[in-house]
């Protein structure tokens, strides 16, 4: 692998700093409290590549990047947080494919003005990531960058051949299923930029922003989990949904991409959107739409699946799922049904571009 | 996977552009005559992760993060070349385990100033490169940057279990072999570096820079290949190498390496550098230590490896593979033997830390 290469080992400097660690030193320092604890991880950082070995499982593998001013905002993103977060969203990549998350490789482009405080703060939050998921550290490469931080994650996972959902079998009757609960993550972007706004504004050193109540928004914003626990829990249940994803970019967007895939169309109800008590408050002091942030705000990284329609009993009692309606037939299109009965076409609109109109 | 969220999807918009494509349809735009032809790919782009078999195989895994400005300049470096470049420098982690480059994921920022035309150039490179290694594109994402290009790439592999190579297994008295020839992509870098100069300095708009005979250094350093001849002719011989790695940072920094993990010492000899005569007469012409530039210059992206002095008689009939010196004890450390019959201890030097003297 290509490594730090603008920097320059000295060992004779006993202070750790991103300029004395060097390329090796870097990477070495970043992972040497790396315990490895996947069956199928026989070989982690420390060579040219990692060895796994998936044992007559599914090897499953998805990439992310995140770039500064683009994905996160380091005004209000704490590091660890933000690590936290790029691990998550490639975990939640996984689950959507009814696997189990099992190594991670971290790519790391970071400009001089972060410390290497900074950049250990950044990678405590992956490995509490990785930690908390049972997932292995196997890889990376850092590098200097001219400008800002760039963090690019690969994760892989397994599978069992015929427990794998893509997004391509859902059936007309299915039941559409989603879980935990939505809008929540882009109210709590919402609040940081309105926060960031006024502390701009005023310019003040002892700014406090107001957050007292919406905790529950902020964690969704800065600190997703994944739904590996559903993965288990319908994995328990004998489930394997028709189709699922993850919801990154928001309802609307995905279940269009699940009907698009599965050639078929849609019904949801405004009044079976799952939607927490503090997204409610919040977009309703902000004179946003509560079901438009529903279904078009993204980063919620909860699961949305199908199941056939004989599932209904067995699916209605499970913890933190809900049913949000069913699949159509393809001529029927894709349609949210509100509270009085009207049928409103579902659009693809991704989070940001929603967040423009604001 | 998180994808192109500033971009919003137009469909009433027919020419496409990055703007109009949006964030799932320039995905699909660049992706669309993928064809897989691994046995171990299961279902490539298109759904949460991509779905893989290796079939009592090993898998090998790495990535590079490549940032301009740092591992790039866009002024000499044509994007299809830069493509080209950056699925091969993972390819050739993959070889350097002795293992067969199977799959790529391809993260991609691209600032505003891109035109799609621009990113097409690069995949293509990108492209062509899977196409002569028979690798299949399986993943990526795809965003925007505020400033420059990123390119993440992660490779898989397949090796079997018993001739996976790592980098410490190398033990005295073995022979050190390396293949093809070296400095070769870094006088091509120097060369490039001299011309743009000369280029700023005059700014001439019909500036046609010298590159007369020089072609080889040109093409080592902008469109390198990983040795996949020769982890085959090795495996066609039955040779399994004690220790390997590729030539990324340097002859030097790499040695030190393997003889840090192996944990022994070496000796190699500067009558045995291979070295090309183009290379030999730019170092000539510019006033550089040819040997320092064998030793010292990076991205030959050519394999080092060690292998038992049983294999003497078999080892130096082979193609383009060099025997340049041999594996000591530990305590006889690391050094490179002048024609004169000088010791000189090995440092680690990597090719940009070395590029800053000139």
Not at 195 to 221: C, H, M, S, W
Request: net charge negative; with cysteine.
């Amino acid at each position: 692998m290509l490594k730090l290469n603008i920097m320059v080992m000295d060992n004779e400097n006993t202070e750790a700093t991103l300029e004395t660690l060097g390329e090796f030193g870097l990477i070495k320092y970043l992972t040497k409290s790396v315990k490895l604890t996947q069956k199928s991880t026989d070989k982690g950082v420390g060579d040219d590549a990692a060895v796994l070995d998936f044992a007559g499982k599914k090897t499953l593998v998805t990439t992310d990047i995140l770039l500064e001013g683009i994905h996160f905002n380091l005004t209000y993103t704490p590091l660890k947080h933000l690590g936290y977060k790029a691990a998550m969203v490639n975990f939640s990549d996984i689950c959507a494919m009814n696997g189990k998350p099992t190594q991670i490789l971290v790519a790391l482009g970071v400009s001089k003005r972060f410390a290497l405080e900074q950049i250990e703060e950044l990678y405590s939050g992956i490995y509490l990531a990785c930690e908390q998921y049972g997932v292995d550290l196997v890889g990376g490469d850092t590098s200097s960058s001219l400008t800002g931080l760039t963090i690019s994650i690969t994760c892989l996972g397994e599978a069992d051949a015929d427990k794998i959902v893509y997004r391509n079998g859902a059936k007309p009757n299915d039941l559409i299923c989603v879980t935990g609960d939505l809008g929540a993550a882009y109210m709590g972007l919402q609040l940081l930029e309105r926060e960031r706004r006024v502390f701009e504004g005023q310019n003040l050193t002892d700014f406090q922003p107001d957050f007292a109540g919406k905790e529950y928004i902020l964690e969704r914003q800065l600190k997703p989990e994944a739904r590996k626990d559903i993965i288990e829990i319908l994995a328990k249940e004998h489930i394997v949904p028709t189709a699922m994803m993850d919801v990154s970019d928001g309802l609307s967007s995905e279940l269009l991409h699940i009907c698009s895939q599965s050639a078929v169309g849609c019904r949801i109800y405004e009044d079976k959107l799952p939607i927490d008590y503090v997204t409610a408050t919040m977009a309703e002091e902000m004179n946003l739409n509560l079901t438009t942030v529903a279904i078009n705000g993204g980063e919620d990284y909860e699961l949305l699946f199908t199941v056939p329609l004989a599932l209904y009993d067995r699916v209605k009692t499970l913890d933190n799922v809900h049913i949000i309606g069913h699949i159509a037939d393809k001529q029927d299109g894709c349609a949210l049904v509100t509270r009085d009965g009207q049928e409103i076409t579902l659009q693809a609109r991704g989070w940001t571009a929603f967040a423009s109109e604001n």
